[in-house]
């Protein structure tokens, strides 16, 4: 019977801890029309540096100073945000990333109304200085 409880106690454990952890994020269904999607704003110093100044101003808080998923307001989150410096990350397309942007998905919000299409280009060359 003890050994039974304690099997018990230890799923429980286990169950809990389990629930505790963020998920690890499932991936994306990017819809065809938006995954071969073209920018709107050709790389240059100008656009990522837009960029850059929205990216620090609306989505450090969460996806961190550097990229990489650490932000302060990340910890209360369910889902974790990826690590934009990684080859994962950085393989996707750049409509793939706009995608993201503008439409979100849970923890991920929607800026569709709140970022013009073009500054959401401009972010998506900013992200590409990020890669190691
Ligand atoms: C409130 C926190 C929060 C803010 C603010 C936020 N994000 Fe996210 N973002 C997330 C989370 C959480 C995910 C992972 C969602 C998932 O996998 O379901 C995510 C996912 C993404 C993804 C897909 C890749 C990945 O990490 O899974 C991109 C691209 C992205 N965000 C870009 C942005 C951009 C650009 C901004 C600012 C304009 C921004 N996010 C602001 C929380 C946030």
Not at 26 to 45: G, H, L, R
Not at 60 to 86: E, Q, R, Y
Not at 95 to 116: H, L, N, W
Request: proline content about 5%.
């Amino acid at each position: 019977m003890k050994a039974i409880k304690t099997i018990f106690s230890i799923a429980m454990l286990a169950i809990f801890v389990a629930s505790m952890a963020p998920a690890q994020s499932k991936s994306w269904d990017i819809p065809a029309n938006y995954k071969d999607m073209k920018s709107a704003a050709k790389t240059s110093p100008a656009s990522i540096q837009a960029g850059e100044a929205i990216y620090k101003k609306t989505c450090a808080a969460c996806h961190g100073k550097t990229g990489v998923g650490n932000g302060p307001k990340a910890k209360s989150l369910d889902t974790k945000p990826s690590d934009f410096t990684s080859a994962g990350f950085q393989s996707e397309t750049d409509g793939a990333i706009f995608y993201q942007t503008k439409v979100g998905r849970e923890d991920m919000p929607k800026y569709d109304k709140k970022i013009e299409d073009t500054d959401i280009w401009n972010i998506v060359n900013y992200l590409r200085t990020l890669k190691k």
